[in-house]
């Protein structure tokens, strides 16, 4: 769970999520958005992999990126224990 906190916390990469929310890209798509160098969006793109935030599958020379809706699922419930009873 630490490694979902952790790859939400930084705006970027909720910025990616967002992106990624209104239609698959591919890493080249998604550095166009942002002022940033291409490593250090795919740096981003591997810390939301590795959360499973987002998934990828090559089609062709690209890499596309999807947002993986499971993993929301989960958090929301996680959350969802939380709630306070009435």
């Known amino acids: 769970m630490n490694d979902k906190f952790k790859a939400l916390a930084d705006p970027t990469r909720r910025s990616i999520l967002e992106l990624l929310q209104k239609r698959d890209l591919t890493a080249g798509e998604i550095s166009n958005h942002f ?19 987002i998934q990828s599958a090559r089609h062709g020379q690209f890499i596309i990126y999807s947002i993986n809706n499971s ?6 419930q996680w959350f969802l224990i939380f709630k306070k009873k009435e």
Do not use: D, G, R
Request: net charge positive.
């Open 35 to 53: 002022i940033l160098t291409k490593p250090s969006v795919s740096n981003h793109l591997k810390i939301l992999k590795q959360a499973e935030f």
């Open 71 to 76: 993993v929301f699922e989960n958090l929301i």
